[in-house]
């Protein structure tokens, strides 16, 4: 129920901005359409906000990069490709482009890597893991970050991506039970050559 209030609640808003027909577009508005909200509502409303018709590849494309985080274009064309045997590579990528435009979605900038993106969302910054590769959202005070920036007198900065490069948490354990087990088995191979030579 409360859900359906904030949903009532949101819509109404909407309305008085844009109208109905474009929070619910093609979709239309009745009955059924405004009381059965389901998970995928945010993402049409968001598209026709955003001037986008809602396809169901979008709102698929959406969806996957939601679940996943980060993603490729071949990983999000694999994912959909399984569903939907009739989608090319190019439909994922035009689509890509035009979410990307819209501010939907965000590429992020990673140096020798193939093109990763992400749901837009609000700034943060990025750790690649550099014995997984896994990338991993870090939040950032991106104003604090600018205002102790030196900046050329006259340049703005608009926008920027500040990625880390470390180990994520699950590497690092890894890496650290390695070397306990390296370890005791270095203290057990030492105490076994000392019984040895006594």
């Excluded at 694999?78 to 569903?83: D, F, I, N």
């Excluded at 439909?91 to 501010?103: E, V």
């Amino acid at each position: 129920l409360a859900s359906f209030v904030f949903g009532v609640l949101d819509v109404t808003a909407l309305r008085r901005k844009s109208g109905w027909k474009s929070v619910f577009g093609e979709y239309g508005y009745n009955r059924e359409n405004f009381i059965c909200w389901n998970k995928d509502v945010d993402y049409k409303i968001k598209l026709n906000l955003r001037g986008l018709k809602a396809t169901p590849q979008r709102i698929r494309l959406m969806e996957e990069l939601a679940n996943r985080g980060h993603s490729t274009i071949d990983a999000i064309y694999r994912a959909l490709k399984s569903e939907q045997p009739m989608i090319s590579l190019s439909t994922i990528y035009n689509n890509l482009s035009a979410l990307t435009k819209r501010g939907l979605v965000k590429e992020v900038a990673i140096a020798g890597e193939r093109q990763v993106f992400e749901l837009a969302q609000k700034e943060h910054a990025h750790l690649i893991c550099s014995e997984c590769g896994e990338i991993l959202d870090v939040d950032v005070d991106y104003e604090a970050i600018k205002k102790a920036l030196k900046i050329p007198n006259g340049a703005k900065i608009d926008e920027g991506d500040l990625i880390f490069n470390g180990i994520c948490a699950r590497c690092a354990a890894k890496i650290a039970k390695a070397n306990k087990d390296d370890k005791t088995s270095k203290v057990a191979a030492t105490s076994a050559r000392e019984a040895v030579v006594a």
